[in-house]
């Protein structure tokens, strides 16, 4: 059942890296930004969200802001980052159009300031990441400044309407992150077998992919056997993983920042009950049914509804608790949402998971998950394990 690791021929693991993958064009991004932005009511965009300065920028440090206006932009951060900031955004062929100011956070302030007054106009903030307390700040820092008389504006979603499509460079990192979590769960499957707990089953599975080239899990990683998987977020817990038992294990790979998502469950020896050999059946007809259903122009909210109408089919609607999916990228969770009453289209190039379930409490659950990219006849998985559920 086990995948060969990503490296050599021999399956001998070797770290991958991000030279060998197609190049992400990161200096066009913010070029397409700025209409965005006029869309948003805002003359320039106070970029907050350090997975947004990531993608506009290609700086990966923990504490930045990005000032964005109509012809300039300009990245502070403090002196941890002098060097690295200065070398990723060279890396990122924008070093002469990114200013970059390094020092704490009052000339980090006053930089951003200068650059919102001499640009003029209104200064937007991502509503969704500033808190009560930072707009109040900033709104009073910009007006005794003398910019943005109107005051700052909120905006939702502006450069996450740009991340919602990936391009070739993004989708290619995904499915390297995909490729190391396959390898990973084929190391450490047999670990269900020999009577081990949840929790160490847990930390071989992340030290495999931390081994074979991800730099981080993706999130917490979910190993969850007998009754404890019939909770969608279980923690791995001491439970011994015994014969018979399903087990949900629900992990992912980091790549250069792009993550990936998968879900398999098991049944140690290959023998469920009747019930649950029900449930694994129901919920792996409902998710390859919402795979087939993923393509160009079709509603989120309709591959939702293709699962779900299979599972209510079965008797089991209630025991289907959570959405289909959800976006994947930088973060694990991002746009397009895939649940009930989604509006977004699919276009080629977006990144969603299929991920249904059926949970039955004190007995046990199933989810099944892959992460697809949108083609344009259709759509292609990154995750690519056995869906087999002998273990």
């Known amino acids: 059942m086990a995948k060969a690791s990503p490296g050599s021929a ?7 890296a991000a030279s060998d993958l197609p190049a992400m064009d990161i200096a ?3 070029v397409r930004l700025r209409p965005l932005m006029a869309g ?19 700086f990966t440090g923990s504490a930045a802001l990005l000032l964005v206006t109509g012809d300039e932009a300009l990245l502070v ?12 955004l060279e890396g990122a062929g924008l070093n002469g159009s990114v200013a970059l100011v390094i020092g704490g956070a009052v000339p980090q302030r ?17 509503a969704e990441n500033i808190t009560w307390g930072g707009q109040r700040r900033w709104a009073d820092t910009l007006a005794s400044a003398g910019s943005a008389s109107a005051g700052p504006v909120a905006t939702a979603g502006v450069v996450e309407g740009l991340r919602l499509v990936k391009d070739p460079g993004e989708v290619a990192r995904m499915a390297m992150a995909a490729s190391i979590a396959d390898a990973a769960l084929g190391e450490v499957l047999e670990m269900l077998g020999q009577g081990r707990t949840e929790e160490e089953v847990a930390l071989a599975l992340d030290t495999a992919m931390r081994r074979l080239g991800s730099q981080d899990r993706a999130f917490e990683t979910i190993v969850a056997s007998g009754p404890n998987a019939a909770k969608p977020h279980a923690r791995p817990g001491d ?22 998502d998968m879900t398999r469950t098991f049944c140690v020896g290959g023998a469920p009950t009747p019930e649950l050999a029900r449930v694994f059946e129901v919920v792996a007809d409902a998710q390859a049914a919402g795979v087939a259903a993923v393509a160009a122009g079709v509603v989120s909210g309709d591959i939702d509804k293709v699962c779900r109408d299979r599972i209510a089919e079965s008797g089991w609607a209630e025991k289907f608790e959570h959405g289909t999916g959800h976006g994947v990228g930088l973060d694990i969770h991002e746009a397009p949402a895939v649940g009930p009453g989604s509006t977004a289209i699919l276009t080629p190039g977006v990144v969603v998971t299929v991920e249904p379930g059926v949970y039955l409490a004190g007995v046990g ?13 259709g759509c292609r998985p990154l995750t690519e394990f056995t869906k087999d559920i002998a273990a």
């Open 110 to 126: 006053q930089a951003i300031v200068a650059l919102a007054t001499s640009s003029g106009g209104r200064v937007g903030l991502e």
């Open 365 to 377: 659950g199933v989810r099944i998950e892959d992460t697809v990219v949108v083609t344009d006849h």
């Open 239 to 260: 439970r011994a993983i015994a014969a018979g038992d399903p087990v949900v294990i629900d992990f992912g790979a980091t790549f250069d920042g792009y993550r990936s």
């Open 28 to 30: 066009d991004r913010l």
């Open 77 to 88: 951060t403090d002196g941890r980052y002098r060097t690295q900031a200065a070398e990723q």
């Open 10 to 16: 021999t399956g001998e693991a070797s770290e991958p």
């Open 40 to 58: 948003a009511e805002a003359d320039s965009l106070l970029v907050t969200t350090l997975a947004n300065i990531r993608y506009l920028t290609g």
